[in-house]
């Protein structure tokens, strides 16, 4: 099994732009989709945006991100990257990284609870200033 660690998060003023890694420990890691998720004070934890295992052809995003968000991964160094552009004060939240052999699994993690994805990493916190 793998293990994912966050790293990348950290103040940015808004407009700017975040690049956040997902970083997998393991050999098996290109057989897993990867998702990046969120989850702001007070609120439920929200989808963002999943690449598909092997050479990550399929992307999927939320309709909150999509244009401004791009996911990507990079097997040779078991690492899944989230380039966040024209952040705005409501992208201020702790980010999360999840993994699971079904692509299916990662984009339905917060509506369906009985195929929660395999690993979780520990997040990262993004704070978008004004």
């Known amino acids: 099994q793998v293990q994912l660690v966050e790293s990348g998060g950290g103040l940015v003023q808004a407009g700017g732009s975040l690049r956040l890694s997902c970083a997998a420990s393991?050999?098996?890691?290109?057989?897993?989709?990867v998702g990046w998720f969120r989850q702001a004070p007070g609120k439920e934890r929200e989808f963002l945006a999943a690449?598909?295992?092997?050479?990550?052809?399929?992307?999927y995003y939320a309709d909150s991100v999509k244009g401004r968000f791009t996911i990507s991964r990079d097997n040779a160094k078991n690492t899944v990257y989230l380039q966040m552009n024209s952040l705005k004060s409501e992208d201020t939240a702790v980010y999360y990284c999840?993994?699971?052999?079904?692509?299916?699994?990662?984009?339905?993690?917060?509506?369906?609870?009985?195929?929660?994805?395999?690993?979780w990493g520990q997040g990262t916190l993004v704070t978008v200033s004004l």
């Open positions: 393991g050999r098996t890691f290109s057989r897993y989709a």
């Open positions: 999840a993994a699971d052999p079904i692509f299916h699994n990662i984009v339905v993690a917060t509506t369906d609870k009985d195929n929660d994805p395999e690993v």
């Open positions: 690449v598909s295992r092997g050479g990550g052809g399929s992307q």
